[in-house]
């Protein structure tokens, strides 16, 4: 008696506090489909929360410094700023925040988005290791409640008056290491409740929640201008610590710590793969977390991870530079206003949206990652190609070509930082050892959130000679993230291949197999 009730409590234990709460006021455990539906929106809102954090800096900096071109944001403040005349805080406005306010203002902005990505980038590698350790739910609530802390922090420097540069880079510093935690987290989380069949689709439409982070934290930087741009920091900061704490009490990381795979197991009746558990029925099989080497080692892992470090280069030179090169091109003869130009780029982020979900689903299709990222990655050659020759004839040429941009360039980075980072994750290798997910993720977005911190600063340097320039580099890392798949789509396209032919009949007798 007494060894069968110390499991239960254990893993009673382990559940959340909001978790057991719920379920005891409903007086019977949730299904596993509830169980899923909530670990999607859980991680959903949590990663929105990150990226909206991550957007209020680009919407600030207009405030901060009034010579930033506000063609570089995607909600650019012309949508508000002219609401603010005659405000309070008019004059904080138009004069700008020191040290952020004098001639070398745009670049000491431009050091603190780069010191942001490279912690970022850096400590997603030290958080994806740290994950495979510690109990993801508390990682991620940590991670949460720590970004929400600093990006206030950040803002807080106008109540006190800072003007020391310093102060502002060390905030964002420490918010971008504590940002790190978010990715490794919500995906291993996720790869822990899905099956393989449908996981592309389910991750490609999941992550959209880095666009719904980025459009929603601009409009609320925005609307809380007028109250001090201090306000723009502390708001998103406080609603994503608050998201943490939901997280905390409700999120259950896997189906083992609130005992569902016990029930999976006990029934008879056929399971649907995206009802099966990633390690499918090895739960129970953690074994020892796989270090930091032994992850880079895991068969797919290097050639994504390189792969990611030049698709998120394109992506996110994108997303800080989209704006400022449409209000800088004629477009159909005409320059378009720094507002209408921020708000066309937008559509690049819709196009991104579509082709997450149009890449998760042929490769769940197709059971083929590698050719369905790389077959995105060439294609984004010639789109690329197109957009920068033809998308000045016309407004409509120029939206329907960057539509079609956006979907290729976002496609296989969506696919890969989702699905990809899951099947690796649980690679076969691995014998059922759960406790590299977290690991295997961090490897590969953070080798990509390096190429996101190199793309927008060489497009700063190369921009100044010729567009055409940055164009030829951003086809070129096209080029080169397909060809660092190469060898992973063949593997593929022989194992489809060998599994059409047919099986040979080896249980006929000889003289049956030598007649014509």
Request: charged fraction near 15%; glycine fraction near 10%; proline fraction near 4%.
């Amino acid at each position: 008696m007494g060894s069968s009730s110390e499991p239960k409590s254990k893993m009673r234990s382990k559940k959340p506090l909001g978790f057991q709460f719920f379920e005891c006021v409903r007086g019977s455990p949730l299904s596993f489909k509830s169980c899923q539906a909530l670990v999607l929106i859980l991680t959903f809102l949590s990663y929105a929360s990150y990226h909206a954090t991550r957007k209020t800096t680009s919407i600030v900096k207009s405030v901060l410094d009034p010579k930033t071109n506000l063609g570089m944001l995607h909600w650019p403040s012309h949508l508000y700023l002219q609401k603010l005349k005659g405000a309070e805080n008019n004059m904080t406005l138009s004069s700008g925040w020191a040290p952020f306010n004098a001639k070398d203002g745009t670049a000491l902005l431009g050091e603190i988005d780069l010191a942001f990505l490279g912690v970022y980038a850096i400590g997603m590698f030290f958080a994806g290791h740290l994950g495979d350790r510690v109990d993801l739910r508390i990682l991620l609530t940590i991670g949460m409640i720590g970004t929400g802390l600093f990006t206030a922090a950040f803002g807080a420097g106008y109540w006190f008056n800072i003007h020391n540069f310093y102060y502002f880079l060390g905030m964002q510093m420490v918010a971008g290491l504590f940002q790190s935690s978010g990715w490794p987290s919500v995906v291993a989380v996720v790869g822990n409740w899905f099956g393989k069949s449908k996981r592309g689709l389910i991750m490609g439409i999941w992550n959209a929640h880095t666009s719904v982070g980025n459009i929603s934290g601009s409009l609320i930087a925005a609307a809380m201008l007028k109250f001090g741009w201090c306000w723009s920091f502390a708001v998103p900061g406080i609603m994503i610590a608050l998201v943490g704490i939901t997280v905390f009490l409700f999120l259950p990381v896997s189906p083992d710590v609130i005992g569902i795979e016990e029930n999976l197991h006990s029934k008879d009746s056929a399971k649907n793969d995206i009802d099966t558990p990633l390690l499918e029925g090895r739960l129970e099989s953690k074994g020892k977390a796989v270090g930091f080497i032994e992850a880079w080692r895991i068969p797919g892992v290097a050639p994504f991870a390189l792969c990611l470090f030049f698709c998120k280069l394109v992506a996110y030179t994108f997303l800080y530079w989209l704006p400022f090169y449409i209000s800088h091109t004629a477009i159909g003869g005409e320059y378009l206003s720094d507002s209408s130009a921020g708000v066309l780029s937008t559509l690049f982020d819709v196009g991104g949206v579509v082709g997450g979900i149009l890449a998760g689903h042929i490769s769940d299709r197709l059971d083929a990652r590698a050719l369905t990222a790389a077959s995105f990655t060439f294609s984004a050659i010639p789109a690329l190609f197109f957009y920068r020759i033809y998308g000045s004839i016309s407004l409509t040429w120029n939206i329907a070509l960057m539509f079609i941009t956006g979907m290729l360039v976002n496609g296989p980075y969506a696919l890969i930082t989702t699905a990809v980072s899951a099947d690796l994750g649980t690679h076969s290798s691995l014998n059922g050892n759960s406790r590299a997910l977290a690991t295997v993720t961090a490897i590969i977005d953070g080798t990509g959130s390096i190429g996101a911190a190199v793309g927008p600063l060489l497009t700063g340097y190369i921009s100044a000679k010729s567009w055409s320039a940055v164009f030829t580099m951003l086809m070129a890392s096209a080029l080169i993230a397909g060809l660092l798949l190469s060898r992973l789509v063949v593997a593929e396209i022989v194992a489809k291949m060998e599994s059409r032919r047919p099986a040979p009949a080896s249980d006929l007798p000889v003289s049956s197999m030598d007649e014509p």
